[in-house]
């Protein structure tokens, strides 16, 4: 399955890119999905998608092919598809 991610906001300026296409070879759930894509990377996506313990932080809003996510324990990834990451947005 190939699954294309897309960063927005802040989060593209830190990470310092837009987009990333992975590929999986089996169903995954979109929690360990967000999971193994922090992993070797630098700190900065692990602190955007999940706090001090670990746990998903609520002001991410995620988008699966245009479609808010409200429950990441429901969602398993089990085709090609698109996944938006959009951080809070601040300013005044």
Known sequence: MNIKIHYRGQLANHI???TEE???ASPI?????????TKGKDTTL???????NNNFRNSLLIAVD??????L???TIDKDC???LFPPIAGG
Do not use: K
Request: proline share 0%; glycine share 0%; net charge negative.
């Open 16 to 18: 310092d890119s837009t």
């Open 73 to 75: 324990s429901a969602i």
């Open 82 to 84: 698109e996944i938006t």
């Open 29 to 37: 759930s979109l929690i360990d999905l967000l999971t193994n894509l």
């Open 22 to 24: 992975i590929t999986i």
């Open 46 to 52: 692990n602190d955007f998608i999940f706090d001090e």
């Open 66 to 71: 245009n479609n808010q996510v409200i429950d």
